[in-house]
């Protein structure tokens, strides 16, 4: 590979993956040069690349600045128009007539008088009325959260965060599925806790090998994606639930339960918190069911040792129960008190605006209506994958908003996720999600929920097309190919 190529496709992958925005400026050549460890010549070559791919344009006197992206009509190929941009990495989906059936219950909000205290910041406890609409919200058909164990935070993110902090000391070790949410990956450097992944099978974690990994060095918590597991769609089957609530029962290992796709999920498998309701954090939020840029974060707290306060009261994080890095001793600290503690110092409390959304939303059925919609939408968008992507190795649930693509020989997922970049589409890497740096997935992520349908057909054709290809000829017929 040309090393100016090999350069220009890391930025059409920035480009592509939104860390280099539409409008923003990139550096001059020279400085570029400097960066990067190369010669001026080269950086120019890489420059005129970019122009020449259409993903940036030069202007005289100022500058060269990343292009705005090209909308795809409905039918257009994305091997027709490479310039034309697809973002399949991002997964917040979004129904027709979504901000139509949002808008009403915020406009008493809008009132000023009542605006006056909806801005100010909001109470990890929220109020009464937000724990009982948020207890509704999340129950199902084995279990209802009690309304008096619910916390809140910012987002789905703060709610996970504050669950371990609470949990975990800088130093403690968490057991973690191979493949994991990227973000738990950022929260655990963070907090300086360690992720220890735990084997997996068609069933889900593997109990001999939970058990393994904790003989090995104590575990402090547990973290899991039990239903629509993100990224490869899985479900861990009820059989090994009660197996996995037996286990971390005679462990005495708290577990994170991170229920935020499961509302998708229709199936009869109980959540972890009805089997082991002493030892599960439940988080959840508000940003795939409603929208990301009004949204709330939920913990649903285990049950505390009798005479503990309630959520926001006395007993924070432990500060001498057990050694560092071990889990808390059962019963010495109020879980509710604990988290609550961790979101204050953490800077995770929600705002009082979102959550006052959030009760009226769910209050009035919005929350619901927006649930069917977006399973009846996952539903018809898995039907496009198995359209484009049938003869390929995927795993899909039916009625999840992603697919996990286990790629052909010889293509890498790096590779490929570069060559679907200069085609336009953004896609997800499988080591993007891999806790252990030594195992290398060949897969990728595809999601499904940002994309217009149309466009999501489109791009999926062309990536089935470039997979079959092979890495040596990432263009169609009649373009010039460039190694990926």
Known sequence: MDDFRGIADRIALDIARGRLRTGQRLPPQRAFARRHGIAAS??????AELVRRGLVVGEVGRGTFVRAAEVTGPGRSLVEDAGARVNLELNYPSVPGQSELLAPALAPLLRPDVLTDALRPGAADGTPEAREAVAALLATGDWRP????????GNARQAIAAALASLVRPGGRVGVEPLTYPLVKEVAGRL???LVPVETDEEGPVIESLLAAHRSAPLSALYLQPTLHNPTSATIATGRRLELARAVSDLGLPVVEDRVWSFLHTGPEPPLAALAPHLVHVVDSLSKRVAPGLTVGFVVVPEGPRGSGGPGGPGGPA??????GSARSAGSVDPAGAVAAAVRSGGWGPGAFAVEAAVRWIGDGTVARLVAAKREQAVRRQGLVREALGGFDVRADPRGYFAWWRLPAPWRADSFTAAAAELGIAITPGTAFRVDPKRTPDAVRIGLASAGEPELAGALRTLAALAARGPEHPRREGQSSRPS
């Open 42 to 47: 080269t950086a120019g070559r890489v420059y």
């Open 146 to 153: 009690d309304p008096g164990r619910i916390l809140f935070t």
């Open 192 to 194: 300086a806790v360690t």
């Open 319 to 324: 500060g001498s129960a057990g050694s560092a």
